[in-house]
């Protein structure tokens, strides 16, 4: 799962970035699906920005990266 966020965070959001942190899982249905959702935590600066980000075209991702401060999301 870790080197899985990295890739589809640099994919996703045009972002590479390295100190990813799990901070839990937990199955999508439990009783129904035996799918399992990883969730992580990063840092990341604008030096890190590799790409426009969005997703990749071949797989049919379009993507809106939307940036907000922390203080908003909480909101």
């Known amino acids: 799962p870790e080197e899985c966020i ?3 965070t640099e994919e996703e959001t045009g972002y590479a970035v390295s ?9 999508m249905s439990p009783g129904s ?5 990883y969730f992580f ?7 890190m ?3 426009v980000g969005g997703g990749l075209a071949d797989e049919q ?3 809106e990266v939307l940036e ?8």
């Open 49 to 51: 920005k590799t790409n």
């Open 61 to 63: 991702e379009n993507i």
């Open 68 to 75: 907000i401060p922390f203080a908003t999301a909480l909101e």
């Open 33 to 37: 699906v035996t799918e399992i959702l």
């Open 6 to 8: 990295r890739r589809e």
């Open 41 to 47: 935590v990063a840092e990341y600066s604008k030096e």
């Open 19 to 27: 100190d990813v942190r799990k901070v839990f899982e937990a199955y």
